[in-house]
């Protein structure tokens, strides 16, 4: 237990350190004009309570990746925690905070719009397919996850039938001002989602649980097939929204629209992903102390197809009981359909940024989420596996083109890079050297052979991306 106290206080502590820090590389001024009071239009640019737009921004982030990701991360061990701590500090609430400053000084524009702007226009074409692609994805995996939850714990309605409700609730969510359903419902959700961290955290602290903690010894892979699941990419990849997700900067620029003041940014873009990461943190120690250790999660695991839900669902019933259990997986459920809403939202918005076309007309914002659905709808017909795995690399993918979108942002206000280089350098080798080994894309059997090809790759871009010529600013 260790290891994970460590972790936690560290994430923790964070908030207040490293996050303080980054408000003085952001130069963050109060006083600076925010889109919600100069763009004000009733139904995406609205100011909001600073505590209301952080629970949203939360519950946009989280859906079931810090915790169905956080459950299959741990079946890589104790590691798992390290990614989760250090990446969620240094690269996930970094990526959050300093992209959601950037999307405020830049009208709360869709984050293809801003990649355009710091990266050129190709980049912009590049990024406007990526986040539709991405968007999509999590709308359609967001809908199926929860209904899939739902439908066990009420039977009484099949699990089409939660997806047609899902659905409908999607499309009037996408298309409603965003302070009259969800920001009004969100309470709700928030309560559940920390009813189940809290009383997971309880469990763990007082219940008859042991989490293993990082050793030499413990410092392997418990994959079952270690040569096609390797720590490196594999568990960067898995363990996605607990630590960075470039999800995250495209739901930014709708609490970007609703912010009062610069100031809020830590709490709201930081704080956020530092929570995150906590939820993961709770579940993947859960996860390996609830099933006796790595070992005993990756059997149980392969015993129930490798379902994630199945072991959040036998989690929660078990330590929380009937009730407790009920209301726990509500938090989960909550946690997907508050993320797979905004996804839909945002995706409208994206369409709308580039076409140019005024949102205060209700039939325009019907136009553009009507072949949205459309299409997600059809989406819901393809594999399940399939549509995960395409998921988590695009939205690992998409993190980054932000991350590099950053430290060209950074660079060009004079600012101190290394908060965001580094951690670029090593998302684009993560995502290179993913498509080298993993068997859904090129499937390389000699590991050797492909982290050096994704080295070259990664030094390549890397190199290209920093030798652009960036006009300089003396102030932020």
Known sequence: MITFLICLALLVAAYFGYGAYLDKVCKIDSQAAVPSATLYDGVDYIPMPRWRTFLIQLL???????????????????????????????VGAMHDYISGIILLRNDGLSL???????LGGGMRQFMRALSLV??????????????????????????????????????????LPIDKLIGKIYPLFGAALIFMSVSLAIILFRGDYTIPNLTLETLRNYQPNTESMPIIPTLFITVACGAISGFHATQSPLMARCMNNEREGRMIFYGSMITESIIALIWAAIGMAFFHGPDG?????????????????EISNTTLGAVGGAIALFGVVSAAI??????????????????????RSLIKRFAIALPLFAIGIVLLFVDFDVVWRYFAWTNQTMSVVTLWVI????????????????????MTYICTSFIFISGQFIGMANHTL???????????????????KVKTIKTL
């Open 407 to 426: 430290v060209v942002y950074l660079k060009q206000h004079q600012r101190n890079i290394w908060v965001a280089l580094p951690p670029a350098i090593l």
């Open 60 to 90: 946009n982030i989280a859906g079931i990746g810090p915790i169905f990701g956080a459950v299959m991360g741990a079946c890589f061990g104790p590691v798992v925690f390290l990614w989760i701590t250090f990446g969620g500090i240094f």
């Open 134 to 175: 991405l968007l999509i994805l999590v709308g359609v995996v967001f809908m199926r996850s929860p209904a899939s939850i739902l439908s066990g714990m009420v039977t009484a309605i099949p699990y089409w039938g939660w997806i047609a409700i899902i659905l409908v609730y999607y499309f009037i969510a996408t298309m």
């Open 297 to 313: 999660l990756v059997a149980a695991l392969a015993q129930h197809g490798n379902e994630a839900a199945w072991a959040v669902g």
């Open 112 to 118: 293809p719009e801003i990649v355009g702007r710091y």
């Open 338 to 359: 508050t993320s797979g809403d905004t996804a839909f939202r945002s995706a409208r918005l994206i369409v709308a940024d580039v076409l140019k076309v005024e949102q």
């Open 450 to 468: 492909a982290y050096i090809l994704a080295g070259a790759v990664t030094i390549a871009l890397s190199a290209a991306i920093w030798l652009t």
